[in-house]
């Protein structure tokens, strides 16, 4: 079974920070370019951050320019966001999002499999 498993989510306070990973099982990531998106109540989802494949490119939004840094470990089959100097507006819930292919970024429609998301509040 294909599976995105999203993970590292929680409370934090103004200023603070977290790393959130994406674990895949079923399939590996080698292959699939990973896109981060976070959708707040009553909003549309929007993208955060994209890596390519092989990890050589990013992007970010700009929002979060300056303050998160996307990775990938393909030995662990793992994606990962380090959010840092957090803001209350940051708080969403947290998806990430594969799409096999040699790109960067695609829109959300696009992706093949999704995570269930994981739930970020930055509060005081």
């Known amino acids: 079974q294909l599976q995105l498993v999203e993970s590292g989510g929680g409370l934090v306070q103004p200023g603070g920070s977290l790393r959130l990973s994406c674990a895949a099982s079923?399939?590996?990531?080698?292959?699939?370019?990973i896109g981060w998106f976070r959708q707040a109540p009553g909003k549309e989802r929007e993208r955060v951050s994209c890596?390519?494949?092989?990890?050589?490119?990013?992007y970010y939004a700009d929002s979060v320019q300056g303050r998160f840094t996307i990775s990938r470990d393909n030995a662990k089959n793992t994606v990962y966001l380090q959010m840092n100097s957090l803001k209350p507006e940051y708080t969403a819930v947290y998806y990430c999002?594969?799409?096999?292919?040699?790109?960067?970024?695609?829109?959300?429609?696009?992706?093949?499999?999704w995570g269930q998301g994981t739930q970020v509040t930055v509060s005081s």
């Open positions: 079923g399939f590996t990531l080698d292959y699939s370019a």
């Open positions: 890596i390519s494949r092989s990890g050589g490119s990013t």
């Open positions: 999002a594969a799409r096999r292919g040699n790109f960067l970024c695609s829109g959300y429609l696009l992706y093949d499999d």
